[in-house]
């Protein structure tokens, strides 16, 4: 059976929760682990069935590179970070290796996602801008230069505080940004094209997206707007009208629901007395979770917007909450269930390199995930790409089937294929010419048209002119 957990982290509290939505258990605990806001990422392992969550990573002040924020690629292959100086680091999860820094703001970065198809890299920092990142250009070592932006939003007038990327490929997905100026946004991904623009009666510090994205919640204050992206349309009949997207070719939408507005009380989620620092939606969308500066995380029921559980633990002020199915890795620790033979795999992760490797390491593609136990070939079969019983990326075994074909090719004759090639290009060639010719016999005899008719209209002209000179001399 399936048990969906939260995962909370506070930025005083060394103590980081892993426990039940539905009935606040507590399974496990980190300790150690102070983490403020965005600087925890969840990875999925591909050691588990449908890529379940299974890693989690936090940035700590305390290190070499001190990153305020992070964010994990949603198979797991990648983690970004950054910095208060407004740099972005990009790192291979299961090898530990720097792929590429570069500055991509001004100032601080509040917030790092992926989009849900790992194609770009959307960051948002306190310089009120938003960039998205082609992953592709970032993984492009062919070039020193800084990468440059796909996209450059810069509608937002204050501070980003979060950021939201819909579900879909490049070509169909949408980002909800939400910034410190009262405002939501919600973007094209494939045109760049901003949709609507949501005022709020606060500053927005958090946001969630429905899974059918029906709905987003926005925090602002101590309070949780619910803001419906459908409505139906007042039919002039007595129908039950059409159901239309809200907003839409840049329009701005007004969201009441303030402290003083009672009408709109239904749309608010009221009880925290604190602002609230992020939110959470479980898989299904029926219960939202709410961490706060109150130190305490709310457990509400979307349909009623009642808080159901309250979950007091934490010893100072809750920075996040991350909702996921249950790790299977927690049985490994005698945590509520029996760990079966073989069901949970022991993951070694390399430490995050601080440079990016020279050339001479850049020639083994080795990998930090191995498999303990000797259960190898049963999990080879479920699995691609392992080699010597180590696991290499996707990029990596593009690469190796590169090179095997590179080689393979090297194998039969070069002069063969040389001469087939020189043979295509004369064909061509002739055929380039050929056309080149009957291109410009066409020119020639429109051209040679043009200029008879132009000498005719001339002299046709120049006749009348005379005439008419004529007349007037008699």
């Known amino acids: 059976m399936f048990t969906e957990v939260a995962l909370t982290t506070s930025a005083t509290d060394p103590t980081s929760y892993l426990w039940d939505i539905r009935s606040g258990t507590v399974f496990f605990s980190f300790k150690q682990n102070v983490c403020g806001k965005g600087a925890l ?4 392992l591909h050691a588990t069935p449908g890529n379940r969550i299974g890693l989690v990573l936090a940035a700590q002040a305390d290190k070499a590179i001190k990153l305020v924020t992070i964010a994990a ?12 100086a407004g740099k972005i680091y990009v790192w291979e999860i299961s090898t530990g290796n720097l792929l590429r820094s570069f500055d991509a703001h001004y100032k601080r970065v509040s917030v790092l996602r992926f989009a849900s198809d790992d194609s770009a890299l959307v960051s948002g920092s306190e310089d009120a801008g938003v960039n998205v990142w082609l992953l592709s250009n970032l993984l492009d070592n062919s070039s020193d230069d800084a990468p440059t932006p796909y996209y450059s939003w810069s509608d937002h007038t204050l501070p980003i505080s979060d950021i939201v990327c819909g579900v879909g490929s490049f070509r169909t997905a949408r980002v909800l940004t939400g910034s410190l100026d009262h405002t939501c946004k919600i973007w094209d991904l494939a045109t760049g094209i901003l949709l609507t623009t949501f005022l709020l009666p606060y500053p927005i510090t958090a946001l969630a997206l429905d899974p059918a ?8 204050g101590n309070l949780v707007y619910q803001v419906d992206l459908y409505r139906r349309r007042e039919a002039r009949n007595y129908g039950s009208g059409e159901v239309e997207a809200v907003g839409g070719s840049g329009r701005v939408e007004g969201i009441e629901g303030g402290d003083g507005d009672p009408g709109e009380a239904r749309l608010v989620f009221r009880g925290h007395s604190a602002p609230i620092t992020s939110l959470a939606l479980s898989l299904d969308g029926s219960l939202l979770l709410s961490s706060s500066d109150d130190a305490t995380v709310a457990v509400w029921d979307v349909v009623s917007r ?4 309250t979950f007091v633990q934490h010893r100072g002020p809750v920075s996040s909450v991350s909702c996921f199915l249950r790790p299977p ?5 005698g945590i509520g269930a029996v760990q079966h033979k073989g069901s949970a795999a022991t993951v070694v992760v390399q430490p995050f390199r601080r440079m990016r490797k020279t050339e001479a390491e850049e020639r083994d593609e080795g990998v930090g995930m191995r498999i303990a136990g000797n259960d190898m070939h049963a999990f080879d079969r479920k699995m691609n790409g392992w080699y010597d019983g180590v696991c290499v990326s996707p990029e990596a075994q593009d690469i190796r089937k590169v090179k095997e074909t590179v080689q393979a090719f090297q194998t039969h004759s070069s002069t063969t294929a040389l001469q087939s090639q020189v ?25 040679g048209g043009l200029v008879e008719e132009f000498v005719r209209e001339r002299r046709r002209g120049n006749a009348a002119a005379a005439e008419g000179s004529a007349e007037e001399g008699k």
């Not at 690629?73 to 208060?84: D, H, I, L, Q, V």
């Not at 994205?213 to 925090?219: D, Q, S």
């Open 423 to 447: 043979h295509a290009l004369q064909s061509e060639l002739v055929r380039v010419h050929d056309h080149h010719a009957r291109v410009r016999a066409l020119h020639d005899e429109l051209y």
């Open 41 to 44: 990422a969840l990875a999925p």
């Open 306 to 309: 009642q808080s159901i559980r």
């Open 73 to 84: 690629s949603n198979r797991g292959t990648y983690c970004a970070g950054g910095t208060e």
């Open 213 to 220: 994205e029906r709905t987003f919640f926005a925090a602002g």
């Open 329 to 333: 890795e927690t049985a490994a620790a």
